[in-house]
């Protein structure tokens, strides 16, 4: 009977088609096949890759516990904005970055598999708390509603692991993210408060 | 109000209020039937938090299960485990030293003003404003770092044990806790003048989603949505438990039950758990922290209850028990689930834009609705 | 409130019998054992007493399903248990036309156990996802399922005599 519940829990997913994409080696038709810009310029997106990491803009995501971490975050003490994720924006098509934070289960994957479709490209996500990563403490042998993890259905860019994490860990989190996007871990010069290494 | 049932048929059209909304706290899908801007019925769709704590329970010994009770109601988790824990002591008969009992209640009543404020800076920022979630977050954080310096925890507390409590607090605890509760009897002129004293607030919440008496009792409304009715039902005064019987304090009720008077009613709650707080403090005997229990507790056969007074209403934990140390059912009463049940006849012919404050004034938290 | 006499009085027309319990062994104050047939006349006058319901749940144990229903007044000191025992095939009525709040838990039984409840305005799922109506979680398995004897209250003496009696957790304790 558990095998039977396990088996409920396969949802179709983004991830695994991209994965089996990246080992069969050929396109096959797949529902979104992103060529990119026809013209590239090196500077433009190197430039394009600084304001977009220093204007991330999440979405309200929160499902559980994490989601207030992630308000007390956005709120005066800890401040994301100073980070240039000024907005929470509600709608998915104004903003770039998801912070799943919180527990997805089966009734809820198939709302984050249109929120994440609906977001316009470049996007990205952080799974943030153990939930997020992998079920977290419900990925237990009588599981039979959660999701253990939600890079089984999207693509995630960074973990954050936590239950819940600090805001400063998420902080962490989105200051990783602007490295990978540009290469560089604090891609605006910042300006030396005091003679500590940043 | 026009007559709905005049009106031609095009101006019907479901609205769904999905599970993503800045607005639903959480994950709660209010499916609503609309008339032009008049709600004809809302629905509640549930499930999308459901995380099987009750299957949870039966599958781990009793006192590994107290994480999960934090993980259910996240904005004021030590009720939860007050509960928990005092339901294990009364079915295995194990006695708590008073000293624990009073940090017990001294934590409990500080996690139910974070709660409250958090609630606050919440049902303002729904209505659209969002200077007052500053404030009442800059309050919680005080409050969130004086705990984690015992608990350990933000958020998510598993500070008390079966017996007592995990660690003892100790005098700088007592100071910064009486600095804070100095400090936030200043701040509650804050947002006395900033919120309750605005004519804007005040339009959108007096006379919004009426819950009368006869209604709390039909569906079972406990807490601040039933003392907003004007019931003075408090799980404290009612039927005391742990060591609430030796302060004094008041319940503070509403008149009309409409959002304004729960809104009162929570505000002034602030107030008369800084009262218990201080008088706690004054109280605090000297002892061990945690009693004396066995190595393996075992749970007799047969069922229990226990009811404790979360920030939401009223808090149930029923207990089967066969034997050994698992629980063989576990079933939490939860106080959102009974007070979210009155929105579909407390919201009929109302203004979309009223839901959006009867919601926010009934403070739910959707994943211990959804357990 | 559930020691007056007219309270008693009302039960005595319905055939049901209240039993006292020990509220600090236990939680509540007075269980009463229900059937199927009283269950809606016992509902009605907890309403008409000023009682609430506080919660409605069920317990899986062999050979029965045992609904739970806690009843609570705001203005007294009064917890009543009520008890049901149901058998693989019963039914039981509906009270949600009498305490609206009941609409959402038997729902949720529904979910979590499958038992059907007759006149139920809407027994769609409630908590869990559409198209899992054979997963019934909290049912418990073989094994782990437990006889009526073995998770309710015993008198400590007089263990042999119960199991004679019908499976029924009002014994004196």
Redesign the interface.
Known sequence: MAEEKRNMLRIHSYAGELRERNERGTPGNLVEQDPGPIVRLQLAEKILDVCRANSLWP???????C???M??MG???FDIARYGSEV?R?S?RQSDLMIVA??V?K??AP?VMT?YEQMPSPKYVIAMGNCAISGG??A???????IEGIDKLIPVDVYVPG??P?PEGLIEGILKLQEKITGVRHPFPQRKVSDAPN | MPELTKISQPHRFFLNM?????STH??LRVLLEMDGEYIIEPQPV???????Q???A??RTCTAFM??TA?MD??AALPYNHGYAA?IE?MAGIEVPPRAEYIRVITSELNRIASHL?WFGALLLDLGAFTP??YS??DR?QILDILEDITGS???YCYFRVGGVSKDIDDKFVERTRAFIKRLRQRFDIFEKLVTGNVIFINRVKGVGIIDADM???????GPV?RGSG???DVRK??PYSVYSEFDFDIPVGENGDSLDRYMVRMREMEQSLRIIEQALDKLPEGPYRGKIPKKIKL????????VEAARG?L?Y?L????SDVP??L?I?VPS??NL?VLP?LCRGMLLSDLVAAMGSLDLVI?EI?? | MHRTESFAQSLRKLSLELQEVDF?????HAEILLTADTLRDFARLM?EA??????M?A??MSPAIEL?Y?FAQ????S?I?GRLFLDADGVVPTISDI???S??HEREVKD?FGIVFQDHPNLE?????EGSEDLK??LKEED?L?SCQ?????PAEAEGENEAAEPS?SEKS
Not at chain 3, 24 to 28: D, K, M, T
Not at chain 3, 125 to 129: H, R, S, Y
Request: aromatic residues 14%.
């Open positions: 979405m309200t995501f929160g499902l559980a516990c989601a207030i971490e308000m007390c709120m005066a003490r929470f509600p998915p919180g527990t289960n009734k809820m709302a929120l403490p419900f237990v042998k009588e599981n039979y509603n959660v239950c819940p600090r | 999905g599970p993503q909304h800045p959480g994950v549930l499930g999308y938090g459901h995380r099987m009750e299957k949870l039966e599958c994480p999960n993980r996240y904005a339901l009364r958090l979630i500053l977050f800059d954080e933000r958020l998510t709390c009792r039909r569906y079972g409304a406990t039933a019931i003075p039902y009612n039927q007799p056969a047969g069922d229990c209850c226990f009811s009223e149930t029923y089967v028990g066969d034997g063989y059912r079933k009463r689930y009974s049940s006849e994943p959804d357990r | 600090a062994q236990r939680g509540y309403l000023e009682y609430f319901l506080v919660f749940s317990v899986h739970v806690q705001f203005n007294s000191q917890r248990l305490f609206q709040g609409n959402w979590f799922p409630l908590i869990l996802p979680p909290l782990k437990k073995e998770v309710s209250w015993q957790g």
